[in-house]
């Protein structure tokens, strides 16, 4: 399709003048989507895990309510500002990749707008999720935070699904009708860090929760009626604790039974405490094919009705033929029915030859650069 790119720079010019704030990280299922990012309070309240780098030397930054809507609203502006543009170039309102050859063409300079290519990634996907950042929305005042998802699901009315992280302590110190108030403003979906249900590991990562808290936070956003996400970390324990963060894993789980259990392997992060515990050898990763007998004995524990998804590159162990050992989408296996399925997925890796499954995990972090 031919696109006369003229007369667009007071709309480049216009789209240049709106920002609003964005944190670094989302959860791969949201980006799968194309979520809408919107930064609701900025970095982590806790910031103390042993293994969590994420947010390291930032402090934790509670936004003012006046300063998230005006960024909602200008999430509302540059919609309406590309939507206008497409209209006048011809396109009806459609988002595609003309339109944005016809902008980039008008301000090169906008590929390295992040406001601008959020939302108009967003709008090509069908607008329909948004993911709040940081790491805890659920630690912002119940009032503020209501006040915030109204405004958001007035001003962005195409989304259906809403969804942010939360601490597992935070919603353990909730009331029940706050969160059952925050579900109703408009938020869907909860992805919780529960990394392990034992109480030794727990307080050795520095986690701030206990596994009672995290069983007691987690069935109350069940009861609330939110979707609940949780991931946890194989390997955790090292070799010195696998057993017991297994076992109490799946104990906790079990008692939670969320929507989503999500494996995440520990990969010990330069700078972090952890990285060191296992550079002088006070912590012993595992192997493999230790790390699958450590799954065998948490998935074989879980009585759950959840989806067990294996979504990231870290899980990639290998099968006889070489392939994936276990499904990667974001809707995974569905507990109860798929439980022997994977159980026997395992007992196939146990069965392949370790040296394979150390390529394939190779492979896969290559990849995922
Ligand atoms: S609570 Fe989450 S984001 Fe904060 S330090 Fe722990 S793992 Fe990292």
Same mark, same amino acid.
């Given at each position: 399709?031919?696109? *006369?790119?003229?007369?667009?720079?007071?709309?480049?010019?216009?789209?240049? @003048?709106?920002?609003?704030?964005? =944190?670094?990280?989302?959860?791969? %299922?949201?980006?799968? @989507? *194309?979520?809408?990012?919107?930064?609701?309070?900025?970095?982590?309240?806790?910031?103390?895990?042993?293994?969590?780098?994420?947010? #390291?030397?930032?402090?934790?930054?509670?936004?003012?309510?006046?300063?998230?809507?005006?960024?909602?609203?200008?999430?509302?502006?540059? !919609? *309406?500002?590309?939507?206008?543009?497409?209209?006048?170039?011809?396109?009806? =309102?459609?988002?595609?990749?003309?339109?944005? %050859? +016809?902008?980039?063409?008008?301000?090169?300079?906008?590929?390295?707008?992040?406001?601008?290519?959020?939302?108009?990634?967003?709008?090509?996907?069908?607008?329909?999720?948004?993911?709040?950042?940081?790491?805890?929305?659920?630690?912002?005042?119940?009032?503020?935070?209501?006040?915030?998802? #109204?405004?958001?699901?007035?001003?962005?009315?195409?989304?259906?699904?809403?969804?942010?992280? +939360?601490?597992? $302590?935070?919603?353990? $110190?909730? #009331?029940? &009708?706050?969160?059952?108030?925050?579900?109703?403003?408009?938020?869907?979906?909860?992805?919780?860090?529960?990394?392990?249900?034992? *109480?030794?590991?727990?307080?050795?990562?520095?986690?701030?929760?206990?596994?009672?808290?995290?069983?007691? =936070?987690?069935? $109350?956003?069940? +009861? +609330? =009626?939110?979707?609940?996400?949780?991931?946890?970390?194989?390997?955790?324990?090292?070799?010195?604790?696998?057993?017991?963060?297994?076992?109490?894993?799946?104990?906790?789980?079990?008692?939670?039974?969320?929507?989503?259990?999500?494996?995440?392997?520990?990969?010990?992060?330069?700078?972090?405490?952890?990285?060191? &515990?296992?550079? &002088?050898?006070?912590?012993?990763?595992?192997?493999?094919?230790?790390?699958?007998?450590?799954?065998?004995?948490?998935?074989?524990?879980?009585?759950?009705? %959840? #989806?067990?998804?294996?979504?990231?590159?870290?899980?990639?162990?290998?099968?006889?033929?070489?392939?994936?050992?276990?499904?990667?989408?974001?809707?995974?296996?569905?507990?109860?029915?798929? $439980?022997?399925?994977?159980?026997?997925?395992? !007992? &196939?890796?146990?069965?392949?030859?370790?040296?394979?499954?150390?390529?394939?995990?190779?492979?896969?972090?290559?990849? @995922?650069?």
């Amino acid at each position: 399709m031919m696109v *006369d790119h003229g007369g667009l720079e007071e709309h480049v010019e216009r789209l240049r @003048s709106l920002s609003f704030e964005i =944190g670094t990280y989302r959860p791969p %299922s949201e980006g799968a @989507s *194309d979520s809408l990012l919107l930064r609701v309070s900025e970095n982590c309240p806790w910031n103390r895990c042993t293994f969590c780098e994420m947010y #390291k030397g930032h402090r934790f930054g509670y936004r003012p309510v006046e300063e998230v809507t005006a960024d909602i609203d200008r999430v509302a502006a540059i !919609r *309406d500002e590309i939507t206008v543009t497409s209209k006048k170039l011809g396109m009806g =309102g459609e988002i595609t990749r003309d339109l944005a %050859s +016809a902008l980039l063409a008008a301000g090169r300079d906008l590929t390295g707008n992040p406001s601008f290519v959020t939302v108009f990634n967003w709008l090509a996907a069908g607008s329909r999720t948004a993911f709040l950042q940081d790491a805890d929305s659920m630690s912002m005042r119940p009032r503020e935070f209501i006040v915030v998802l #109204k405004h958001l699901r007035q001003t962005l009315s195409s989304l259906t699904r809403v969804t942010t992280y +939360a601490r597992s $302590k935070t919603l353990y $110190k909730r #009331k029940p &009708e706050e969160l059952r108030m925050i579900r109703e403003a408009g938020l869907d979906r909860l992805h919780i860090g529960l990394e392990t249900g034992d *109480d030794e590991v727990l307080s050795l990562v520095h986690k701030g929760v206990t596994s009672a808290e995290q069983i007691e =936070g987690g069935r $109350k956003a069940v +009861a +609330a =009626g939110f979707q609940v996400s949780m991931y946890w970390m194989p390997d955790l324990g090292g070799r010195e604790r696998w057993r017991q963060h297994a076992e109490n894993t799946a104990r906790v789980l079990s008692a939670i039974d969320p929507h989503y259990i999500r494996s995440r392997p520990l990969v010990p992060r330069p700078g972090t405490p952890l990285y060191d &515990e296992v550079a &002088e050898e006070r912590l012993h990763l595992s192997s493999p094919h230790e790390r699958l007998e450590e799954l065998a004995l948490m998935i074989g524990g879980l009585e759950v009705s %959840s #989806k067990v998804c294996f979504d990231h590159a870290m899980n990639a162990w290998s099968d006889r033929r070489g392939a994936l050992l276990f499904r990667q989408d974001y809707e995974g296996y569905q507990f109860p029915e798929e $439980k022997p399925l994977l159980l026997e997925r395992i !007992r &196939e890796g146990l069965a392949v030859d370790e040296a394979m499954h150390v390529h394939a995990l190779r492979l896969m972090a290559v990849q @995922s650069l």
